[in-house]
């Protein structure tokens, strides 16, 4: 008797348990902004100094988020060991609006970084910092120092996975906008379909006249194709494929809430309405190391839209 009352309390606290996951998920799927205002901001951003700028200036329902790739390679690790982001975009993200902007930061830029004496380029934050969550934690505060935003959250990758990506969801059709045929990269001009291979030749590529710059906006480029191709292929095969891709191989500070959140959002996004920009600069050389220096009044021109 004692035994079936068990099983019963058991069973009850199970559907009780559902119905409340259930519930929070149809919440933050139809408002997903309550995924971001109920719960603590990342200890990373607490502490940055964001221009100071009163927190009530700061639009509640709008979220900054940095996707920074990682240069990780199987010949950095053997050779190296510390890796840097490489690639750095931040996503203003209005989640009642769902309107999207991309700002795209160049990995040479020459900013400050908390703690360190003078300037350096932006992606060795995350080296100096010590990799690992303590180095996302720096590159977060270097990035809202320099751009006065509170980006509190991140999404990372490591870019040589790339090719498993793009090969789960079927490849990405985009135009090469120029012969590519150095630095292991082997890629003809014009419309094509990229398998991973040649997506990752593609993203990684940056042998022309402005290097690094004319790179960017490649993977500006390729970052709306994809979306775009994910809206295409929105099938759960595709899913669960792009689910094994990523499998152990993505690095965030967002909970799953936060995450169930964004989904929501972004599947209403078109990819041709996100706006994107560039930190606008000049190339800037000081002992024989070639930076970024940014042109922080146009780059203030630039926030006021982005933001």
């Known amino acids: 008797m004692e035994k079936k009352r068990l099983i019963f309390i ?46 009530s200036e700061f639009n509640t329902d709008k979220i ?12 950095r690790i053997k050779t190296i060991g510390n890796f840097r982001t490489d690639t750095i975009g931040i996503f203003s993200i209005d989640l009642k609006t769902k309107k999207v902007n991309l700002l795209s930061i160049p990995r040479d830029t020459y900013v400050k970084i908390p ?8 992606n060795a934050a995350y080296p100096y910092g010590g990799m690992g ?11 809202s120092n320099f751009l006065g935003i509170d980006v509190s959250y991140y999404v ?18 985009i135009n090469v906008e120029e012969d590519m045929h150095s630095h292991g990269a082997n890629l003809n001009k014009g419309y094509q379909v990229l398998d991973g291979k040649k997506a990752e030749e593609y993203v ?4 022309d006249l402005m290097g690094d710059i004319n790179r960017v906006k490649r993977q500006q480029q390729f970052l709306l194709a994809f979306l775009k191709q994910l809206k295409t292929n929105n099938d759960i095969s595709t899913y669960l494929k792009l689910y094994n891709a990523f499998k152990g191989d993505i690095y965030t500070n967002l909970n799953f809430n936060q995450i169930l959140a964004l989904m929501s959002v972004m599947k209403d996004v078109n990819a041709d309405d996100i706006k994107t920009y560039t930190v606008p600069g000049s190339f800037y050389n000081l ?9 922080m009044e146009k780059l203030n021109e630039i926030l006021k839209e982005f933001k």
């Open 115 to 122: 703690g360190r004496e003078g300037y350096d380029k932006i």
């Open 10 to 55: 058991l069973v009850i606290a199970v559907i009780i348990a559902l119905s409340i996951w259930t519930y929070k998920s149809y919440n933050v799927i139809n408002n997903p902004e309550t995924a971001f205002k109920n719960s603590e901001v990342p200890k990373s951003s607490s502490d940055i100094n964001t221009a100071k700028k009163d927190k």
């Open 156 to 173: 990372s990758i490591d870019m040589q996975n790339i090719p498993q990506i793009v090969d789960a969801v079927g490849g990405i059709p």
């Open 287 to 295: 002992n024989n190391i070639s930076y970024w220096k940014p042109d």
């Open 204 to 207: 990684r590529w940056r042998y």
């Open 64 to 75: 900054y988020l940095a996707f920074l790739g990682l240069d990780m390679t199987d010949e």
């Open 133 to 143: 969550k303590s180095g996302y934690e720096l590159s977060l505060k270097t990035i």
